[in-house]
């Protein structure tokens, strides 16, 4: 089933015997994959965030817009601390991050996703991007994760010019992988969404606040919309695909 990613920043966190909330989600760009979720633990656990992988979450309930994740709060409580070198973090992200804990802590105050983010990654805005942390930052070595909240509201740009604003990620929860973009153009009814398949995503350039699409804003609009998520068919999936010249 497909769900709304912008939406879920702002769900509710079942832990079983504690409670969160959803504070960002990362996602690797190359692939279109889901990987960590960022959640509030603030209220119960000295003012700290924790970050799961994704695959540790069980259940998305959209009715009651809360996520149910497999993991105990005796886990997240002596889950390793995230820190930048020379920081004195007892981990620094570095490498594949599937190599990474399954569960990290950090500190809520320094917007931890945000933290990952700068800490190991490239700016994806091709294979020639600088990490950001410089290049002889020597944590900066792995492919970069992108965090939801900073390509929420990026300006879209088209092969021809601006197409409009980034307003959703779509992704499947079986697959765990990104399945459509949602593209506000200002000039179409408001009940109608307008999504790009993810293949066509070429790059975030997020110092720059824009994301770029193969495609273009008169395309974008005649495409066809996604009017709910509940019950999508694979026939809408496969119109979607086809209308952009896609198997």
């Known amino acids: 089933m497909l769900y709304s990613l912008n939406d879920i920043l702002k769900y509710n966190v079942d832990l079983g015997d504690a409670r969160g909330s959803v504070e960002d989600i990362l996602f690797e760009a190359e692939e279109g994959r889901v990987c960590f979720v960022a ?13 799961l992988s994704a695959e540790r979450v069980a259940e998305i309930d959209a009715d009651a817009r809360t996520i149910s994740v497999d993991v105990a709060k005796q886990e997240i409580e002596a889950a390793p601390e995230i820190g930048a070198a020379g920081q ?41 991007a600088e990490p950001r942390g410089g290049k002889d930052d020597d944590i ?21 010019g601006e197409i409009g604003r980034v307003i959703d990620l779509l992704f499947d929860d079986d697959s765990l992988l990104l399945s459509h973009l949602v593209v506000d153009t200002g000039t179409v009814l408001p009940e109608r969404q307008m999504v790009v398949p993810i293949k066509l995503l070429s790059h975030f350039a997020e110092e720059d ?38 198997s």
């Open 39 to 51: 959640i509030d633990i603030g209220g119960w656990f000295d003012s700290r965030s924790a970050v």
């Open 140 to 160: 900066a070595t792995a492919a970069g994760l992108t965090a939801v909240s900073t390509i929420v509201s990026t300006t879209a740009i088209g092969s021809e």
């Open 88 to 128: 004195g973090g007892a981990f620094q992200p570095a490498g594949d991050w599937t190599a990474w804990p399954k569960v990290m802590v950090g500190p809520s105050a320094s917007a931890i996703a945000r933290d990952l983010v700068s800490f190991i990654g490239f700016d994806p805005a091709g294979e020639d």
């Open 209 to 246: 606040g824009h994301t770029v699409l193969r495609t273009t804003k008169d395309a974008v609009e005649k495409s066809p919309p996604l009017e709910e998520f509940d019950g999508l068919e694979r026939n809408w999936l496969d119109a979607v695909a086809a209308y952009y010249g896609l």
